[in-house]
């Protein structure tokens, strides 16, 4: 099989370390902290994705804003 360091099964042509395994303190929190504020983002994004009300809003596009980042800073503060 033929692939880069990208390809998660060509581990006989080009071995790469195992992801998360051997990795320094700092790394490792640093990491995790990352991962905790990304899943934040992406968590508050993909609320308002769901939601029917604003597939079929009929207004102005900056009404449409506001009631974005008012359900947006809902969701992070809960």
Known sequence: MLGGQGVSGCRSCCPRPVPGKNL??????HNRDHAKIRSLGERAMAT???W???RKLRCSTTRITAVV???LALE???
């Open 76 to 78: 992070l503060a809960t």
């Open 69 to 71: 980042r008012a359900v």
């Open 48 to 50: 308002p994705k769901c």
């Open 24 to 29: 320094r303190g700092w790394h490792r929190r």
């Open 52 to 54: 029917r009300l604003l």
